[in-house]
């Protein structure tokens, strides 16, 4: 679907990745990817291996994450596997100054994991234990794991955190309302941070994603016609970024969606209650 003339339209194609220039900025040094045991994250873990860089793997799964250590080794990379729960507060942090001991400062950390729930308010009232889950993974624990890598990039001088965001954050919808929480309040803490950190030379980039092919969003959209990407299209998106340092990356609708969500509250809510009627 990702190379059809609709989905080209509305900018949902691979990014052009100059293969050289990756090898040159990510080339012997190290890059901390997140939720790389599948998915968006496994194809950028891949992507960055390839590109010469020492790829730090985190996930929970442990032993998709030492197969893939032994993928990024068969393409002539390095990669080391971290098993984490980023819920986990305490590990997240643990990990992140694991990684500063033996590796340095990360060129880039990729904060990719995350998890997403559709459901309806009324179907969480007595489910609090959802939004601290997804709070858990998609906001407290990446910032966790920022936190140590984000101090040894600042006195390095040097470095990139780009965070797998999605369309959502800027157009929240109903049935989406955690999810889209969560995420935007990772992303609102970059916005803020962005500038603090553009004075000790380390950029920030948030990635709008749409609609993308993998395990996250198969219950939902397994069956849908929806223009979409591939993990590894996404992964383009990534690398891309790296090179751009963009500050945001997003389709040029997921943009303008955001701005009318700003502008026009009151309109963009009634076609949104107009459009869960109909769904549900
Ligand atoms: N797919 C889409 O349509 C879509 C659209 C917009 C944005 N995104 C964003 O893209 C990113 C990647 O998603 P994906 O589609 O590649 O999803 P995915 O295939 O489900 O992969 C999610 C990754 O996050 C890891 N993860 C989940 N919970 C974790 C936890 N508690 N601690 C540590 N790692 C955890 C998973 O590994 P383990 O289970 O092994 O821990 C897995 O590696 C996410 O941030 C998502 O919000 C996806």
Redesign the pocket.
């Known amino acids: 679907m990702s190379s059809s003339p609709v989905a080209a339209l509305l900018g949902m194609r691979p990014h052009q990745v100059d293969g050289g220039a990756l090898r040159q900025l990510l080339g012997g040094r190290p890059v901390v990817v997140?939720?790389?045991?599948?998915?968006?994250?496994?194809q950028v873990a891949l992507r960055c291996g390839a590109a010469g860089a020492h790829v730090v793997l985190?996930?929970?799964?442990a032993d998709?994450?030492e197969d893939l250590v032994a993928e990024v080794a068969s393409t002539g990379g390095s990669a080391t596997a971290i098993p984490?729960?980023?819920?986990d507060l305490g590990a997240a942090t643990a990990a992140a100054e694991r990684i500063v001991s033996a590796h340095g400062a990360p060129a880039l950390l990729v904060?990719?994991?995350?998890?997403?729930i559709r459901r309806d308010l009324a179907d969480y009232t007595d489910r609090l234990h959802d939004v601290t889950r997804l709070a858990?993974?998609?906001m407290l624990?990446p910032i966790a794991l920022a936190l140590p890598l984000l101090a040894a990039m600042r006195q390095a001088r040097s470095g990139q955190l780009i965070s797998?965001?999605?369309?959502?954050m800027a157009l929240p919808g109903p049935g989406w309302s955690v999810?889209a929480a969560t995420?935007a309040g990772f992303d609102a803490w970059l916005r803020a941070i962005s500038p603090e950190l553009r004075r000790d030379r380390v950029a920030v980039t948030s990635i709008?994603?749409?609609?993308?092919?993998?395990?996250?969003?198969a219950p939902t959209?397994r069956h849908s016609r929806l223009p979409?990407?591939s993990?590894d299209d996404?992964a383009t998106w990534v690398c891309r970024a790296a090179l751009t340092r963009s500050r945001v990356v997003s389709p040029w609708w997921g943009r303008l969606g955001g701005v009318a969500t700003s502008a026009l509250p009151s309109l963009v809510d009634r076609i949104s209650t107009a459009a869960w009627r109909r769904a549900s």
């Open positions: 997140t939720g790389a045991s599948r998915g968006v994250g496994r985190l996930a929970r799964g998709a994450l984490v729960d980023l819920r904060s990719n994991a995350g998890h997403s858990g993974v998609n624990g797998v965001g999605t369309v959502g999810y995420k709008h994603l749409p609609l993308t092919r993998t395990a996250m969003s959209y979409s990407l993990a996404a």
